[in-house]
């Protein structure tokens, strides 16, 4: 039997920088998962896959990412989506600059 | 010790960035997919983690110059967030380098003969060692020169490029075991018989959801033997290592599922054969490499200074207690410099931070530092009449927190919070621990905490007295606790106590752990004492029992 379709979003890395990215109705990739388009059916999930597949000048790795929607827009339903969304939880390093920070 | 101006192997290391900058151009303009270009990032320590890119520097037998971490320090501030953090296996982490960035942070680490070869990959790793080689005053002898040939000859050996697995190697010198030598795929102990200087070899140690504890293959190996068998050793796995299922390839499941004595018949057939191979070229390098790294010549000095300071200042008493380690002159001692300030993230440093112990290496450290499996860093010959002053300036930037094997003194992998093969994190939770103990940690005395963030453990979470073990169950992460492992010379694998804790409960768990070690401990008795005296039971009772009684009430 075939799995049920978990509604999500598609996201990815940046190629140049590695962030987390979300891809948007638009077409456009975004760092805000609240912005990201919000999928609910399995044929749009294939077609989106294909659409973030066809950019690796941009995205690294796409896959849907299972989550909730919301009236702000999509939101993590995993932790480890919660973490990609907000990044490392530790506070020490914020404060040790460089030109990345 | 290397040099990092006239080293030959500076043209190989141009060469090789100058490859990796072509392929990062190549993948960047779409020449290159992501699926070709993985293994070729891979190949120069680049990650993809799950916010950003990661570097993994080779810190080779875990020895660095003032000049080296001075440049990490540097590449830290130019190409990262300024600070770099430190692994478990004797490597430099940069956790946020952008893609088109890494080439020229490649061609910096060059300049000072450092680099990120072998860092990943099937292929044979960085070669660590004893933390404290060539000055602790237990050590037989100095086992860097032997790590550094093991070093040369495997660093792109092309039998070795494509391996079933990955392959760790550690060497040792003493009998006290620092570099956890059975928790690698091989590993060599330098040992003397009748006189006789010679290797144990011991094959099939690893972490991981497969815990195995190494085997000797070989109790005592001439010197001269060592390459040729340990290219019989690694022509073996090579060809009868599975290939099949990623979890069944490394080394230890070979040996397991063939038999030791099998395995190491199959060796020694090797051997005869390749040992013929071996004319002395090899014992040559051997040779040139140990006469690079004879004991320094250090002055002897008067050590009333030291003992004053331990007289009049309980805070610095505290520290020499908890933070030296015996040097082999009795005017000098080893320095641990805890990078476990309790609630930081374990093992992280920050650039100013690696430039100040660059430079007391430089004023008081004979131009030696150490990087330690535990995530901490060293300065391993310090006349004692100076560990005031070097104490002094530790403790001005964050880096005189006494507690060296202590319980804040904590193992953790990066965990969820960078890793993307992570199913719960580990960072955190080694904060909230140190922070919980931090006041009575001393009265508790010798304790490993290990924290992994997945079933692969590089936390070493098997190794603790306490191991701690994150996991993602039904989507909440969860974290399993064992006791009674050991990471020394005769090494033990800790044993599940029981159901997992939420995220939340973990640190009373532990200290509950803690408090039944203090209620049940005989004079003298560190943690893993009483519960090889006691068993188990007792804490586990602790852990549940406490917790359903405080439930129903």
């Given at each position: 039997m075939?799995?049920?379709?978990?509604?999500?979003?598609?996201?990815?890395?940046?190629?140049l920088?590695?962030?987390?990215?979300?891809?948007?109705?638009?077409?456009?990739?975004?760092?805000?998962?609240?912005?990201?388009?919000?999928?609910t059916d399995?044929?749009?999930a294939?077609?989106?896959?294909?659409?973030?597949?066809?950019?690796?000048?941009?995205?690294?790795?796409?896959?849907?990412?299972?989550?909730d929607?919301?009236d702000?827009?999509?939101?993590?339903?995993?932790?480890?989506?919660?973490?990609?969304?907000?990044?490392?939880?530790?506070?020490?390093?914020?404060?040790?600059?460089?030109?990345?920070? | 010790?290397?040099?990092?101006?006239?080293?030959?192997?500076?043209?190989?290391l141009?060469?090789?960035?100058?490859?990796?900058?072509?392929?990062?151009?190549?993948?960047?303009?779409?020449?290159?997919?992501?699926?070709?270009?993985?293994?070729?990032?891979?190949m120069?320590?680049?990650?993809?983690?799950?916010?950003a890119y990661?570097?993994?520097?080779?810190?080779?037998?875990?020895?660095?110059?003032?000049?080296?971490?001075?440049?990490?320090?540097?590449?830290?501030?130019?190409?990262?967030?300024?600070?770099g953090?430190?692994?478990?296996?004797?490597n430099?982490?940069?956790n946020?380098?952008?893609?088109?960035?890494?080439?020229?942070?490649?061609a910096?680490?060059?300049?000072?003969?450092?680099?990120?070869?072998?860092?990943?990959?099937?292929?044979?790793?960085?070669?660590?060692?004893?933390?404290?080689?060539?000055?602790?005053?237990?050590?037989l002898?100095?086992?860097?020169p032997?790590?550094?040939?093991?070093?040369?000859w495997?660093?792109?050996h092309?039998e070795?490029?494509?391996?079933?697995?990955?392959f760790?190697?550690?060497?040792?010198?003493?009998?006290?075991?620092r570099?956890?030598?059975?928790?690698?795929?091989?590993?060599?102990?330098?040992?003397?018989?009748?006189?006789?200087?010679?290797?144990?070899?011991?094959?099939?140690?690893?972490?991981?959801?497969?815990?195995?504890?190494?085997?000797?293959?070989?109790?005592?190996?001439?010197?001269?033997?060592?390459?040729?068998?340990?290219e019989?050793?690694?022509s073996?796995?090579?060809?009868?290592?599975?290939?099949?299922?990623?979890?069944?390839?490394?080394?230890?499941?070979?040996?397991?599922?063939?038999?030791?004595?099998?395995?190491?018949a199959?060796?020694?057939?090797?051997?005869?054969?390749?040992?013929?191979?071996?004319?002395?070229a090899?014992?040559?390098?051997?040779a040139?490499?140990?006469?690079?790294?004879?004991?320094?010549?250090?002055?002897?000095?008067?050590?009333?200074?030291?003992?004053?300071?331990?007289?009049?200042?309980?805070?610095?008493?505290?520290?020499?207690?908890?933070?030296?380690?015996?040097?082999?002159?009795?005017?000098?001692?080893?320095?641990?410099?805890?990078?476990?300030?309790?609630?930081?993230?374990?093992?992280?440093?920050?650039?100013?931070?690696?430039?100040?112990?660059?430079?007391?290496?430089?004023?008081?450290?004979?131009d030696?530092?150490?990087v330690?499996?535990?995530?901490?860093?060293?300065?391993?010959?310090?006349?004692k009449?100076?560990l005031?002053?070097?104490?002094?300036?530790?403790?001005?930037?964050?880096l005189?927190?006494?507690?060296?094997?202590l319980?804040?003194?904590?193992?953790a992998?990066?965990?969820?919070d960078?890793?993307?093969?992570?199913?719960?994190?580990?960072?955190?939770?080694?904060?909230?621990?140190?922070?919980?103990?931090?006041?009575?940690e001393?009265?508790?005395?010798e304790?490993?905490?290990?924290?992994?963030?997945?079933?692969?453990?590089?936390?070493?979470?098997?190794?603790?007295d306490?191991?701690?073990?994150?996991?993602?169950?039904?989507?909440?992460?969860?974290?399993?606790i064992?006791?009674?492992?050991?990471?020394?010379?005769?090494?033990?694998?800790?044993?599940?106590?029981?159901p997992?804790?939420?995220?939340?409960?973990?640190?009373?768990?532990?200290?509950r752990?803690?408090?039944?070690?203090?209620?049940?401990?005989?004079?003298?008795?560190?943690?893993r004492?009483?519960?090889?005296?006691?068993?188990?039971?007792?804490?586990?009772s602790?852990?549940?029992?406490?917790?359903?009684?405080?439930?129903?009430?």
């Amino acid at each position: 039997m075939a799995k049920r379709f978990q509604p999500g979003i598609v996201s990815a890395n940046d190629l140049l920088s590695g962030a987390v990215i979300y891809l948007a109705e638009n077409g456009n990739w975004v760092s805000t998962m609240s912005e990201a388009e919000f999928i609910t059916d399995a044929d749009r999930a294939e077609e989106r896959l294909s659409f973030a597949e066809r950019q690796p000048e941009i995205a690294v790795g796409p896959y849907i990412a299972p989550a909730d929607n919301t009236d702000a827009g999509p939101v993590p339903n995993h932790f480890r989506e919660t973490f990609r969304a907000q990044g490392p939880s530790a506070p020490a390093r914020k404060s040790w600059g460089g030109a990345n920070a | 010790m290397l040099d990092a101006q006239t080293n030959v192997t500076r043209t190989y290391l141009d060469r090789r960035v100058e490859e990796f900058r072509a392929q990062v151009n190549r993948r960047i303009d779409g020449s290159l997919t992501e699926d070709e270009f993985r293994p070729l990032r891979l190949m120069n320590g680049l990650y993809l983690q799950l916010h950003a890119y990661m570097l993994r520097v080779a810190i080779p037998y875990g020895t660095l110059n003032p000049d080296q971490l001075d440049v990490l320090a540097e590449i830290s501030e130019r190409w990262d967030r300024g600070y770099g953090h430190f692994t478990t296996r004797q490597n430099l982490q940069y956790n946020w380098p952008k893609l088109p960035d890494v080439p020229d942070m490649l061609a910096r680490l060059a300049d000072v003969n450092l680099h990120a070869i072998q860092t990943s990959g099937n292929t044979i790793r960085n070669v660590t060692a004893d933390p404290l080689a060539g000055a602790h005053a237990d050590e037989l002898l100095d086992p860097r020169p032997v790590a550094e040939l093991i070093r040369i000859w495997s660093t792109d050996h092309p039998e070795y490029q494509f391996l079933g697995r990955k392959f760790k190697i550690a060497v040792t010198g003493s009998p006290a075991d620092r570099a956890v030598t059975k928790a690698h795929d091989l590993a060599v102990r330098i040992v003397e018989r009748d006189g006789e200087i010679g290797y144990q070899i011991l094959v099939g140690g690893g972490l991981g959801r497969t815990p195995v504890v190494g085997r000797v293959i070989r109790d005592f190996l001439p010197q001269a033997d060592l390459l040729p068998y340990l290219e019989a050793v690694l022509s073996v796995y090579n060809l009868a290592g599975r290939r099949d299922n990623k979890y069944k390839a490394r080394i230890k499941i070979t040996v397991n599922e063939m038999g030791l004595e099998e395995f190491s018949a199959r060796v020694d057939e090797a051997f005869a054969r390749i040992r013929p191979e071996f004319t002395g070229a090899d014992q040559d390098l051997l040779a040139e490499l140990q006469a690079g790294f004879e004991p320094p010549a250090l002055e002897a000095r008067d050590t009333a200074a030291f003992d004053a300071a331990l007289a009049e200042d309980p805070v610095f008493r505290s520290w020499a207690d908890i933070n030296l380690r015996p040097h082999f002159r009795d005017d000098h001692a080893i320095a641990m410099i805890s990078l476990k300030p309790h609630g930081g993230v374990p093992g992280d440093a920050s650039a100013d931070q690696m430039r100040i112990v660059a430079d007391l290496a430089r004023i008081y450290g004979n131009d030696e530092i150490r990087v330690t499996q535990e995530q901490n860093l060293v300065l391993p010959h310090v006349a004692k009449a100076d560990l005031p002053a070097v104490f002094g300036v530790l403790k001005a930037h964050g880096l005189a927190t006494a507690n060296a094997g202590l319980a804040s003194d904590i193992i953790a992998c990066p965990g969820m919070d960078y890793c993307a093969l992570a199913t719960a994190r580990s960072i955190p939770i080694a904060q909230q621990i140190a922070e919980a103990l931090a006041d009575y940690e001393v009265e508790v005395g010798e304790m490993a905490i290990k924290i992994s963030g997945c079933i692969n453990a590089c936390g070493h979470h098997h190794l603790g007295d306490i191991g701690i073990l994150g996991l993602d169950r039904a989507g909440v992460e969860n974290y399993q606790i064992t006791l009674g492992g050991d990471a020394g010379s005769d090494m033990k694998i800790g044993e599940k106590t029981g159901p997992g804790f939420g995220y939340d409960e973990v640190v009373g768990a532990v200290e509950r752990l803690i408090h039944a070690y203090l209620d049940l401990r005989e004079d003298g008795e560190r943690f893993r004492d009483t519960i090889a005296r006691t068993g188990a039971e007792p804490f586990k009772s602790a852990l549940y029992d406490e917790e359903a009684n405080r439930d129903a009430a």
